[in-house]
């Protein structure tokens, strides 16, 4: 049997947003990636912490991942997807059938895991891969604001700000529900952009956290700041009525 990576999406934040597949394999998994970032320090990030809750006794590796690059591949970057792969590897000479790397959110969108995969597999060609969803932070976002992500036949775009806020405005001109990412550091210029072009959206903060935040757009300064687990959704103008759309 040929050893096996597997990319496992942990959710947003709320140890209990798992699934029983991602609980079983990371239970199952000889060892456990998770990112140890500048605002973890010392301490378990994100992503451990919601390991640890669902799986004890799980092995924990932490990789170094890099939070100061904005965008773009930079020597930080690059030595974080490397050294993600160095230990994965380190694991799989060592014995190991299975190693699993836990990301927050899902495993496809905006995630570490596809260059892990790249780099494994270049070192040993015989690792395979699999891939477990995770609940993404727009998904928590609605759930928690109440607001419908779509409906009938609208239509949804995610938005990295890191693109650019004139992309931002773009796709706001042709798509109903605009989800926006990566825009804690330029929140405020994000929030102009939307009032600007007449959207209304909500702004989730640390979601599924005992500290979670969730503010509406009129309810935010000019100058308002955010971290970068935060998510804008600017839903589709609608009459009111559910299922107007269809």
């Known amino acids: 049997m040929n050893p096996l990576l597997v990319g496992i999406g942990v959710g947003p934040g709320d140890p209990e947003l798992v699934t029983v597949k991602a609980t079983r ?3 199952q998994a000889d060892a456990v990636l998770v990112p140890a970032t500048e605002a973890s320090g010392d301490g378990a990030g ?3 912490q919601i390991v640890v809750a669902n799986c ?19 020597e930080e970057r690059a030595a974080a997807w490397q050294a993600s792969a160095d230990a994965a590897v380190a694991e799989f000479r060592a014995g190991a059938t299975m190693v699993a790397f836990a990301t927050v959110g899902d495993p496809s969108v905006y995630s570490t895991f596809s260059y892990l995969c790249a780099s494994v597999q270049e070192l040993l060609p015989e ?6 969803p995770g609940i993404t932070a727009m998904q928590a976002l609605a759930a928690e604001s109440r607001t419908p992500l779509v409906e009938g036949t609208e239509t949804l775009a995610l938005v990295p700000v890191t693109a650019g806020l004139a ?3 773009e796709v706001c001109g042709v798509v109903d529900t605009v989800v926006a990412y990566k825009g804690g550091r330029r929140l405020p210029e994000v929030v102009g952009t939307l009032r600007a072009l ?15 935040e969730i503010h509406h757009l009129d309810e935010l300064a000019e100058d308002s700041s955010a971290p970068y687990f935060s998510t ?15």
């Open 46 to 48: 994100r992503a451990e």
């Open 56 to 74: 004890p006794d799980a092995k924990i590796v932490r990789v170094p991942f890099s939070m100061a690059t904005r965008k773009g591949v930079s």
């Open 127 to 132: 690792v395979q891969t699999q891939v477990v």
């Open 198 to 212: 007449g959207r209304d959206a909500v702004l989730g903060v640390n979601l599924g956290l005992d500290h979670q």
């Open 167 to 169: 992309k931002l405005a």
């Open 232 to 246: 804008v959704l600017a839903p589709a103008k609608r009459d009111g009525t559910t299922g107007g759309r269809l």
């Open 25 to 27: 394999l990371l239970a």
